[in-house]
């Protein structure tokens, strides 16, 4: 074994000295000597034990030495020891404090170049074990940033019992490592870091952040750190731990991925003096306090000039410091327009001689020029599936494409979407409506033509795939239906709006193509048997048992045949969805995994199909159907709506539980966390897709909506850093500088200066895994960049923290009306939470003008602003408005009265706008008489 590698892998127990048992009123606390192998919350009989079985917590690794000589690892069973570590408990009222001594027992000054303590806590998952896992498990959160540092930990549910750990006095955390962990089953290996010299010497490649410090120690001397262990019941628990034990509660306003042209509001509560924030460009940056709002909490707004990352470090109480990382993205629009545009004309084939013309794959920005582009026969590492079009990474392209042109058509994009639905998509990786059997199937890994050609082998027992040809040719996995159907529905919506630039299919004929699909996402997989050592063994009931994304087309699909007169088709499919719905609530307890035992992928599923119980009226059943893996009915005689709400909380709390949310880092901040918590793998398609359902919720059903709003809306910025970005000036992006990968984007994040994440095919060779920062190829990110787009909105809030807000736009404040220009990145959507209004505003086509404000009286009963004209020809724009004020409207467009409604009980009213071809707004005034 390397040097390298086993300094990476060392961890050693140190000393505890602690009895058997150590309790009070507030802690049971359990020791065997070398550390503590039971922690649990008195009085709560829920309290699962936080200490993973077989560990103990107490332990701590230290590497020394003397002079410039080579680092050493210390070893605690040496008879003769020229440093000692120590781990001491103790509880005092409702604090377990753990006091870390290093001594120097030699006549030599030491210095000390790392020192950390592991944290070995109930975080390991295991798989097909849903009960256990959300029953008794827990989901890590980690903030490592100076003084202000802490980690947490609570159930995998969301609710129960949280334990909080901050640093005393003067200790500090810099650097953090996940040494043995998955990122689907989790692990105990996360080391957090008081110095970390000798780590980043021995680990050179990759970056961080923050200072690497190292202890010198004399002869003789001693050097103690402490930290503070404390419970609470809830996230603002968590949160008043940290104020009381001398940290900083910190809430930021829209999120710490920060449009150039928008500003962040800062919050920070702590007893602390705050000395000052100092940017890490100041130039670039302006930090302006806007005072107390409250006893102990401090607003600032800052600016920021410079893109990629930003730093903001809090100095506070004399020698303190915490960090606060930003990063500076280029506005939204362009985002989305460029992003688009890179995929048509960078990551499509063209080349009717190729089995696989029109994919879109993936892109590797490390490889030379002209081999970037990845796919069947250009791996690079990856796994087929990944970039043969037959899984979820590749085939994430055609759906964030066709989510941009449903916001910006472009002809040149829609004809790269066409291509790729004729030549690689219908009669080939789909079947078409005339294949019998399964027809609209899909093929899935390893991709559509070696499924389409197989036959039906043996299948070879102990083989962990099945033989070529297995499991019905692979059509049995449910997401790849879903993308489809959604890629359908939104090619409806181009041709509907747009007949011009289509020429392949028209908009009915898309409108079949997604019925179809859905129809077949329910009946294909589910009558194929899985065998021969896939993920999941039996009848594919995915379609009725899991969360899988972009479920929530489906009931546009539904609308879409309703308002077509396809009703026929249209309860078909409701029909379906609603066994699924009343499945989650009343039969499956845990219905919040997908294919991992904690996987957030679920959290957008659940959230659509709370929301849609919440809303619509489901009848009672006998029989509704029958599992064929268990043989079980499914029945439900009786429809409880409390149950409805009950299951959308329990989906809320699952989905903050692996969502950042107390973390002030913009990796952090609205992502979603999988099994590695917050060490690995952040920034995920599910942090936009998820954080949809959060930000949804807040706007529709949270009775505070701002702590939902912070946080889904951070979400929904959150994956926007991943993308490669900038102008000339900038080298065209901050992470991979070169004008050929300017929209280019990673996979996920990876937080740790090297961290072993699951792709083996992003890792860096050299360093033994991927460096921090995005991954260096791209994959399912699109998906969550689809919905980025898809829900991109503009919210009006009365904050009780920041005041009143404009979240994705510019809000300015004139004689007595309100100005708001909205900087969101599409410009269709608008929500008002002020006072009593709740009001939702939506375009079915084009958008707000660019630059342009809408204006508001100070009742929100007038309201004018400009519309975009996107489409060439002359056309009604249909505006959709909920929340408006009970009474009488005129529609003034241009100066001319078009249309009048009436509202009541602020229901919906649907206002036709008439819009001149692209290139000449229309001026709207909607004004109560």
Same mark, same amino acid.
């Given at each position: 074994?390397?040097?390298?590698?086993?300094?990476?892998?060392?961890?050693?127990?140190?000393?505890?000295?602690?009895?058997?048992?150590? $309790?009070?009123?507030?802690?049971?606390?359990?020791?065997?000597?070398?550390?503590?192998?039971?922690? #649990?919350?008195?009085?709560?009989?829920?309290?699962?034990?936080?200490?993973? =079985?077989?560990?103990?917590? %107490?332990?701590?690794?230290?590497?020394?030495?003397?002079?410039?000589?080579?680092?050493?690892?210390?070893?605690?069973?040496?008879?003769?020891?020229?440093? @000692?570590?120590?781990?001491? +408990?103790?509880?005092?009222? /409702?604090?377990?404090?753990?006091?870390?001594?290093?001594?120097?027992?030699?006549? $030599?000054?030491?210095?000390?170049? @790392?020192l950390a303590i592991a944290l070995p806590m109930n975080t390991e998952y295991k798989n097909q074990d849903v009960v256990n896992t959300f029953n008794n498990a827990l989901f890590r959160h980690s903030f490592i940033s100076g003084h202000g540092s +802490?980690? +947490?930990?609570?159930?995998?549910?969301?609710?129960?019992?949280?334990?909080?750990m901050t640093p005393e006095a003067d200790t500090h955390l810099e650097f953090f490592k996940e040494q043995r962990a998955s990122y689907s089953t989790g692990g105990v290996g996360y080391m957090a870091y008081i110095h970390s010299l000798a780590e980043? =010497?021995?680990?050179?490649?990759?970056?961080?952040?923050?200072?690497?410090?190292?202890?010198?120690? #004399?002869?003789?001397?001693?050097? $103690?750190?402490? +930290?503070?262990?404390?419970?609470? /019941?809830?996230?603002?628990?968590?949160? /008043?731990?940290?104020?009381?034990?001398?940290?900083?509660?910190?809430?930021?306003?829209?999120?710490?991925?920060?449009?150039?042209?928008?500003?962040?509001?800062?919050?920070?509560?702590?007893?602390?003096?705050?000395?000052?924030?100092?940017? =890490?460009?100041?130039?670039?940056?302006?930090?302006?306090?806007?005072?107390?709002?409250? !006893? @102990?909490?401090?607003?600032?707004?800052?600016?920021?000039?410079?893109?990629?990352?930003?730093?903001?470090?809090?100095? &506070?109480?004399?020698?303190?410091?915490?960090?606060?990382?930003?990063?500076?993205?280029?506005?939204?629009?362009?985002?989305?327009?460029?992003?688009?545009?890179?995929?048509?004309?960078?990551?499509?084939? !063209?080349?009717?001689?190729?089995?696989?013309? %029109?994919?879109?794959?993936?892109?590797?920005?490390?490889?030379?020029?002209?081999?970037?582009?990845?796919?069947?026969?250009?791996?690079?590492?990856?796994?087929?599936?990944?970039?043969?079009?037959?899984?979820?990474?590749?085939?994430?392209?055609?759906?964030?494409?066709?989510?941009?042109?449903?916001?910006?058509?472009?002809?040149?994009?829609?004809?790269?979407?066409?291509?790729?639905?004729?030549?690689?998509?219908?009669?080939?990786?789909?079947?078409?409506?005339?294949?019998?059997?399964?027809?609209?199937?899909?093929?899935?890994?390893?991709?559509?033509?070696?499924?389409?050609?197989?036959?039906?082998?043996?299948?070879?027992?102990?083989?962990?795939?099945? %033989?070529?040809?297995?499991?019905?040719?692979?059509?049995?996995?449910?997401?790849?239906?879903?993308?489809?159907?959604?890629?359908?529905?939104?090619?409806?919506?181009?041709?509907?709006?747009?007949?011009?630039?289509?020429?392949?299919?028209?908009?009915?004929?898309?409108?079949?193509?997604?019925?179809?699909?859905? #129809?077949?996402?329910?009946?294909?997989?589910?009558?194929?048997?899985?065998?021969?050592?896939?993920?999941?063994?039996?009848?594919?009931?995915?379609?009725?048992?899991?969360?899988?994304?972009?479920?929530?087309?489906?009931?546009?699909?539904?609308?879409?045949?309703?308002?077509?007169?396809?009703?026929?088709?249209?309860?078909?499919?409701?029909?379906?969805?609603?066994?699924?719905?009343?499945?989650?609530?009343?039969?499956?307890?845990?219905?919040?995994?997908?294919?991992?035992?904690?996987?957030?992928?679920?959290?957008?599923?659940?959230?659509?199909?709370?929301?849609?119980a919440m809303n619509n009226e489901l009848n009672p059943d006998k029989k509704l159907w029958k599992n064929k893996n268990t043989g079980q009915w499914y029945s439900h005689p009786v429809i409880d709506k409390t149950k409805h709400a009950e299951f959308?909380?329990?989906?809320?709390?699952?989905?903050?539980?692996?969502?950042?949310?107390?973390?002030?880092?913009?990796?952090?901040?609205?992502?979603?966390?999988?099994?590695?918590?917050?060490?690995?793998?952040?920034?995920?398609?599910?942090?936009?897709?998820? %954080?949809?359902?959060?930000?949804?919720?807040?706007?529709?059903?949270?009775? #505070?909506?701002?702590?939902?709003?912070?946080?889904? &809306?951070?979400?929904?910025?959150?994956?926007?850093?991943?993308?490669?970005?900038?102008?000339?000036?900038?080298?065209?992006?901050?992470?991979?500088?070169?004008?050929?990968?300017?929209?280019?984007?990673?996979?996920?994040?990876?937080?740790?200066?090297?961290?072993? =994440?699951?792709?083996?095919?992003?890792?860096?060779?050299?360093?033994?895994?991927?460096?921090?920062?995005?991954?260096?190829?791209?994959?399912?990110?699109?998906?969550?960049?689809?919905?980025?787009?898809?829900?991109?909105?503009?919210?009006?809030?009365?904050?009780?923290?920041?005041?009143?807000?404009?979240?994705?736009?510019?809000?300015?404040?004139?004689?007595?009306?309100?100005?708001?220009?909205?900087?969101?990145?599409?410009?269709?959507?608008?929500?008002?939470?002020?006072? /009593?209004?709740?009001?939702?505003?939506?375009?079915?086509? @084009?958008?707000?003008?660019?630059?342009?404000?809408?204006?508001?009286?100070?009742?929100?009963?007038?309201?004018?602003?400009?519309?975009?004209? !996107?489409?060439?020809?002359?056309?009604?724009?249909?505006?959709?408005?909920?929340?408006?004020?009970?009474?009488?409207?005129?529609?003034?467009?241009?100066?001319?009265?078009?249309?009048?409604?009436?509202?009541?009980?602020?229901?919906?009213?649907?206002?036709?706008?008439?819009?001149?071809?692209?290139?000449?707004?229309?001026?709207?005034?909607?004004?109560?008489?």
């Open positions: 074994m390397s040097k390298l590698k086993k300094n990476v892998l060392f961890l050693l127990i140190a000393s505890c000295a602690l009895g058997t048992s150590l $309790s009070n009123e507030h802690f049971s606390v359990v020791s065997d000597g070398s550390g503590v192998t039971s922690l #649990k919350k008195v009085g709560d009989p829920h309290a699962p034990n936080f200490i993973a =079985e077989g560990a103990s917590l %107490g332990s701590a690794m230290m590497r020394y030495r003397i002079g410039s000589g080579q680092w050493i690892d210390y070893d605690s069973t040496s008879a003769e020891k020229k440093i @000692d570590v120590t781990s001491d +408990f103790k509880i005092v009222g /409702d604090t377990l404090t753990q006091k870390i001594t290093v001594s120097n027992n030699s006549d $030599s000054e030491i210095e000390v170049g @790392d +802490f980690v +947490f930990w609570l159930p995998v549910g969301g609710t129960g019992t949280h334990l909080v980043s =010497e021995l680990q050179p490649a990759g970056t961080w952040r923050q200072k690497h410090t190292s202890l010198n120690i #004399k002869p003789g001397q001693k050097a $103690s750190y402490a +930290f503070n262990y404390r419970w609470a /019941d809830d996230y603002q628990g968590v949160r /008043d731990v940290l104020y009381e034990n001398g940290g900083i509660d910190v809430r930021i306003a829209p999120g710490m991925v920060v449009p150039e042209n928008l500003f962040v509001k800062v919050a920070l509560r702590t007893k602390n003096k705050i000395d000052s924030l100092n940017p =890490e460009y100041p130039k670039q940056t302006k930090v302006e306090y806007l005072g107390e709002k409250s !006893r @102990d909490t401090h607003i600032y707004k800052i600016e920021f000039a410079k893109l990629g990352e930003n730093l903001v470090t809090v100095e &506070y109480s004399g020698s303190k410091h915490m960090v606060l990382e930003f990063f500076v993205i280029q506005p939204l629009e362009t985002l989305v327009k460029k992003r688009a545009a890179f995929i048509a004309e960078k990551q499509q084939y !063209r080349d009717t001689s190729l089995w696989y013309d %029109g994919l879109y794959s993936l892109w590797d920005v490390r490889n030379e020029e002209g081999k970037n582009l990845l796919g069947p026969d250009n791996l690079s590492g990856q796994h087929e599936y990944a970039v043969s079009g037959s899984d979820d990474p590749s085939n994430s392209k055609c759906m964030y494409l066709s989510e941009a042109n449903v916001a910006f058509p472009n002809a040149e994009q829609i004809e790269s979407l066409e291509y790729f639905i004729e030549n690689f998509v219908w009669g080939k990786h789909q079947r078409t409506d005339k294949e019998i059997p399964y027809p609209y199937g899909i093929y899935g890994s390893e991709n559509w033509k070696e499924n389409r050609e197989a036959t039906r082998d043996p299948i070879e027992e102990g083989k962990s795939r099945p %033989g070529q040809g297995g499991s019905q040719c692979r059509m049995w996995r449910t997401f790849d239906y879903t993308t489809y159907f959604a890629l359908y529905y939104n090619m409806y919506l181009i041709a509907k709006k747009n007949p011009e630039m289509v020429k392949y299919l028209d908009a009915d004929e898309y409108l079949e193509r997604a019925y179809g699909t859905v #129809k077949a996402f329910f009946e294909v997989p589910y009558n194929i048997y899985m065998e021969g050592g896939w993920a999941f063994t039996g009848w594919t009931d995915w379609a009725y048992t899991l969360g899988n994304f972009h479920e929530k087309y489906m009931l546009k699909i539904i609308d879409a045949l309703e308002k077509s007169g396809q009703q026929e088709k249209a309860d078909y499919i409701r029909g379906e969805w609603e066994k699924k719905v009343k499945y989650f609530i009343y039969d499956d307890p845990y219905p919040f995994t997908s294919e991992m035992p904690v996987d957030s992928t679920a959290y957008e599923s659940t959230y659509a199909i709370a929301k849609y959308m909380e329990r989906q809320l709390m699952a989905n903050l539980a692996c969502r950042g949310w107390l973390e002030a880092s913009y990796y952090f901040l609205g992502s979603d966390f999988r099994g590695l918590g917050s060490s690995g793998y952040t920034l995920s398609y599910m942090s936009q897709m998820g %954080g949809w359902s959060v930000l949804d919720y807040s706007l529709y059903f949270a009775e #505070k909506p701002e702590e939902y709003l912070r946080l889904g &809306y951070a979400s929904m910025l959150s994956s926007w850093a991943l993308v490669n970005a900038g102008e000339k000036e900038s080298g065209y992006g901050f992470w991979y500088p070169g004008k050929m990968h300017d929209g280019s984007v990673g996979w996920g994040f990876c937080p740790q200066k090297v961290g072993q =994440e699951w792709n083996h095919g992003c890792w860096d060779k050299d360093a033994g895994g991927v460096k921090r920062g995005p991954w260096p190829v791209c994959g399912e990110i699109d998906h969550g960049l689809t919905a980025g787009v898809e829900v991109a909105c503009t919210v009006l809030l009365d904050d009780p923290l920041f005041g009143l807000f404009a979240y994705g736009g510019e809000l300015d404040e004139k004689a007595g009306n309100v100005n708001v220009i909205p900087r969101d990145g599409v410009r269709r959507r608008l929500h008002v939470l002020v006072g /009593d209004t709740r009001m939702h505003m939506r375009f079915d086509r @084009d958008g707000f003008a660019k630059d342009k404000a809408i204006i508001f009286d100070k009742d929100f009963s007038e309201i004018s602003f400009n519309v975009e004209s !996107r489409s060439k020809n002359r056309h009604l724009t249909s505006l959709i408005i909920t929340g408006l004020k009970d009474g009488e409207y005129k529609l003034l467009v241009d100066g001319k009265k078009t249309g009048a409604k009436s509202v009541s009980n602020g229901n919906k009213v649907v206002f036709d706008i008439p819009v001149e071809a692209a290139g000449k707004d229309a001026s709207v005034i909607i004004q109560k008489l």
